[in-house]
């Protein structure tokens, strides 16, 4: 197989080309990645130097270059990760979301399209256009009940609107023009690399400087964690097993309250580096101004997945957390090289 990554550098991006590379020898891996804030070559050193990866600087919104690495590269499939993905930077600056999640979407399935209209019946048959996606896009929900593929679409945030209208062009090129197209819609990810705007590394980087945790309003908004290699073998399995139009909800089953989440970081600092003081780090745990329409909870429902291709995740969220702590207490100075002055771990999204 020879596959074209979009935003191979990011976090889900750069965990999912490690795996292609390191366990799958048959395969090549084109990265094309914008290098935005997110993006870091850093989280690809252990394979940047194989004969089977392939960097390329690139804008998917550049339909002329996305054409010209197709026909050079010729790719059994691409994997579409390419986005702006961080809800507060959505609410702050949505113009940004628009133009890569939803304008570069358009411009990659037209050069897709493109380029599969020259390959060969075969060919034809065995391409996919695997577009990432998130959970976001299905909105809120109650107290009970989970997301399934057929769950109507309701985003919230600018982020997950912009997933969202990426998801139906993807979906509509499928419909229209036959594309053979794949969608997933995964839950919350977390583990190593992931850049420290996140909940998770925010708050091991803050405890370890002795800063306040801030929690959303009652900190009571519950996400379904999934460790993100185990998301990786997901995508990799729904490329290789999927028919053309199939969508597939990723989670594990990790319901957690935002609080739940930073009392058992702090417990877990505990163990792995106590504090100077001998306190524990859930005194650091500070409530702040919530989020504007912030959803209050996520749940998915990944029975398709598992009855029909055989996933199922291989980390508990305790193991593939402490697994995380234990990353970044050891690779401080990979946080510190990525945290260039873009961003110092302050609020964003906030109400203006």
Request: glycine share 18%; aromatic share 14%.
């Given at each position: 197989m020879r596959l074209l990554v979009t935003g191979g550098a990011g976090f889900i991006g750069s965990a999912l080309v490690r795996q292609l590379i390191l366990e799958e020898p048959e395969t090549t891996v084109v990265n094309v990645d914008k290098l935005t804030y997110a993006g870091n070559l850093d989280s690809l050193g252990c394979v940047s130097n194989s004969s089977r990866y392939y960097f390329e600087h690139e804008d998917i919104c550049n339909g002329q270059t996305m054409r010209r690495l197709l026909q050079e590269y010729r790719p059994d499939a691409i994997i579409h990760l390419a986005s702006e993905t961080h809800v507060d930077r959505s609410i702050d600056g949505p113009a940004a979301f628009v133009q890569t999640n939803i304008c570069g979407t358009y411009t990659l399935l037209e050069s897709a399209r493109d380029y599969w209209a020259t390959l060969s019946h075969d060919a034809k048959a065995?391409?996919?256009?695997?577009?990432?996606?998130t959970d976001e896009v299905f909105g809120?929900?109650?107290p009970t009940g989970s997301f399934h593929e057929s769950s109507p679409y309701s985003p919230s945030s600018p982020y997950a609107a912009s997933k969202a209208a990426a998801d139906h062009l993807v979906r509509a090129w499928h419909k229209t023009y036959d594309l053979p197209i794949l969608i997933t819609n995964c839950s919350n990810n977390f583990g190593p690399f992931q850049f420290p705007e996140k909940l998770i590394p925010l708050v091991i980087l803050k405890a370890l400087e002795e800063k306040p945790l801030p929690v959303y309003g009652d900190g009571q908004n519950i996400r379904d964690w999934l460790y993100v290699e185990d998301h990786s073998r997901a995508i990799r399995l729904v490329l290789a097993s999927s028919r053309p139009g199939e969508s597939y909800n990723i989670g594990a089953h990790n319901e957690k309250t935002n609080?739940?989440?930073v009392n058992q970081l702090s417990l877990c600092l505990d163990e792995l580096r106590p504090r100077e003081s001998g306190k524990s780090y859930r005194d650091l745990i500070t409530f702040v101004q919530d989020r504007p329409g912030h959803d209050r909870r996520y749940a998915i429902n990944p029975s398709k997945i598992a009855n029909k291709l055989g996933w199922a995740p291989i980390e508990t969220f305790e193991s593939a957390l402490r697994k995380t702590v234990e990353w970044y207490l050891d690779n401080l100075s990979w946080c510190e090289r990525v945290m260039?002055?873009?961003?110092?771990g302050e609020r964003l999204?906030?109400?203006r």
């Open positions: 065995r391409f996919r256009f695997l577009l990432v996606s809120s929900l109650g609080l739940d989440v260039d002055g873009s961003y110092q999204g906030g109400l």
